[in-house]
Antibody, heavy 115, light 107 residues
Framework: QVQLQESGPGLVKPSETLSLTCTVS????????WSWIRQPPGKGLEWIGY???????NYNPSLRSRLSISIDTSKNQFSLRLNSVTAADTAVYYC?????????WGQGTLVSVSS | DIQMTQSPSSLSASVGDRVTITCRASQSISTFLNWYQQKPGKAPTLLIH???TLQSEVPSRFSGSGSGTHFSLTISFLQPEDFVTYYCQQSYTTPLTFGGGTTVEIK
């Protein structure tokens, strides 16, 4: 069974960088695409972007200037970095399998942006 | 970006009822439409992809229909665990976009 687990700081200061890692178990990360999706508290879902094992990425244009997604196949992990965060970036961040549809998700991790 | 509009934003129903949630796209997306279910405090789970194809292990009381710009999710016999929130999502083009969600509440 595929399992995904997000990890990273739960609190980030404004203007700093949000960094999260997703560890995949039960499946090689060298197959499929892998995505990040977020959900502000009490609100809907926003697609962030996805990555393939080759390092090829596709980002949401609304975040592209601040966003970087990377992959480490040796550790079966992929990561998210979002620069210059503001309170608007406060959300539950999910990692998921797939590019255009997502059939396995992590449990999500709440990242709050606050001083 | 393709805008996805769900209606209603919430509805009240009883166990055993049949309910339908609609999702409209701001432009034609063929059948590149997915439905997710989200329970409180949990990650979404994929219910239907390609507008009509039931994801593995999803109960058959869930069904999807539609193409182009107009789609629907029907739950034919509501069970207690179905009173949660549902989202549509277009997979026609990036950026992928989601509807605002529909919460099914117990009447």
């Amino acid at each position: 069974q595929v399992q995904l687990q997000e990890s990273g700081p739960g609190l980030v200061k404004p203007s700093e960088t949000l960094s999260l890692t997703c560890t995949v178990s039960g499946h090689s990360i060298s197959v499929y695409y892998w995505s990040w999706i977020r959900q502000p508290p009490g609100k809907g879902l926003e697609w962030i972007g996805y990555i393939y094992q080759t390092g090829s990425t596709n980002y949401n244009p609304s975040l592209r200037s601040r966003l970087s997604i990377s992959i480490d196949t040796s550790k079966n992990q992929f990561s998210l970095r979002l620069n210059s965060v503001t309170a608007a970036d406060t959300a539950v961040y999910y990692c998921a399998r797939g590019s255009l549809r997502h059939d396995f998700w992590g449990q999500g991790t709440l990242v709050s942006v606050s001083s | 970006d393709i805008q996805m509009t769900q209606s209603p934003s919430s509805l009240s129903a009883s166990v055993g009822d049949r309910v339908t949630i609609t999702c409209r796209a701001s432009q034609s997306i063929s059948t590149f439409l997915n439905w997710y279910q989200q329970k409180p405090g949990k990650a979404p789970t994929l219910l239907i992809h390609g507008a009509t194809t039931l994801q593995s292990e999803v109960p058959s009381r869930f069904s999807g229909s539609g193409s182009g710009t107009h789609f629907s999710l029907t739950i034919s016999f509501l069970q207690p665990e179905d009173f949660v929130t549902y989202y549509c999502q277009q997979s026609y083009t990036t950026p992928l976009t989601f509807g605002g969600g529909t919460t099914v509440e117990i009447k």
